[in-house]
């Protein structure tokens, strides 16, 4: 399976395992087992999902190897600030177990609903991550559900500009400017929540599509993202899935059936707008 290439030759896997609303320690140890032996290698958390520990001791129960994984953490909002997020960084870092992170993204840009000053705030808490990379405890820094006027900010006082943007990502919710703004900049981007909130699994159109292939509706929907040319962070409670999710390399969809599925309307996602939530300040 082959990767996406960072600005700074760090390799990211096309397909990784996102674990929000997984807590359950017994059920973590199966999910992170069954992903190890269907080949997945990246696994997303963050300090939000209250996880990392249950993540921690499942790695070391399987006897899985630190270097043959790519761990990915997030930076929560009440650790915004230069000191903040290099001490929120090293909790976690203790809490998984590990010295280094692959990937340390923020969570969520600051909230213009909430703060006159989320610029300040926003560059603030990214000098910080500069910090965590140069120091070499993070081999990759990003953001997550930045929009493009987060990133222009950003960009006119950092040194290193994000090497990943996370966003939700998935048919009917194209975000067709942010990609296209990352992809100038050379920002890769990861979907998360790929498959929405579960609803686009039953469009008729995306259905008639997976018939034509073989293949199920999340596939396709997965393998649209991927040929978007974005990775994807699926997050799964099933094994099967957990298969399923992964087979998607051995196809191709038409040009014809890529612009059918940018064309689908709104049905279905996550509906969280950085600029407008007050919940998450």
């Known amino acids: 399976m082959k990767d996406i290439t960072l600005r700074n030759g760090m390799k990211l896997p ?6 929000w609303q997984i807590t359950d ?11 190890a032996a269907n080949g997945y290698r990246l696994i997303d958390t963050a300090a939000a999902y209250s996880n990392e520990i249950a993540i921690a001791k499942a790695i070391e129960a399987e006897g899985i190897s630190r270097k043959d994984i790519i761990l990915s953490d997030k930076v929560w909002n009440s650790s915004r600030g230069f000191s903040e997020v290099q001490n929120a960084c090293r909790r976690s870092l203790k ?4 010295d280094y992170f692959d990937l340390y993204m923020v969570h969520w840009p600051a909230s ?10 926003n560059a603030e808490t990214w000098r910080g991550m500069e ?3 140069q120091d070499g405890i993070v081999r990759a820094i990003g953001v997550c559900n930045f929009k493009r006027h987060h990133l222009e900010e950003l960009e006119k006082t950092a040194k290193i500009m994000p090497f990943v943007n996370q966003i939700e990502l998935h048919p009917g919710f194209e975000q067709k400017e942010i990609v296209n703004y990352c992809k100038s900049r050379e920002i890769a981007v990861e979907g998360s929540s790929p498959l929405g909130n579960g609803q686009i699994l039953s469009n008729p159109q995306l259905s008639e599509i997976a018939n034509e292939y073989g293949k199920s509706t999340a596939q396709i929907c997965l393998r649209w993202i991927i ?4 990775a994807a962070i699926p997050k799964t ?3 099967e899935r957990l298969r399923a999710n992964m087979d998607v390399f051995d196809f191709e969809l038409s040009e014809e059936y890529m ?14 707008d950085p600029d407008e939530v007050t919940e998450f300040g």
């Open 25 to 35: 320690r017994t059920l973590m140890r199966e999910i992170i087992a069954g992903a």
């Open 131 to 133: 910090q965590l990379y």
């Open 227 to 230: 040929q978007k040319g974005a």
């Open 259 to 272: 612009k059918a599925i940018d064309d689908i309307p709104y049905c279905g996602g996550i509906g969280i």
């Open 237 to 239: 409670q099933s094994t």
């Open 95 to 98: 809490k998984l177990k590990t």
């Open 112 to 121: 213009v609903k909430l703060h006159q000053d989320w610029r300040e705030i």
């Open 14 to 19: 096309w397909i990784g395992l996102g674990t």
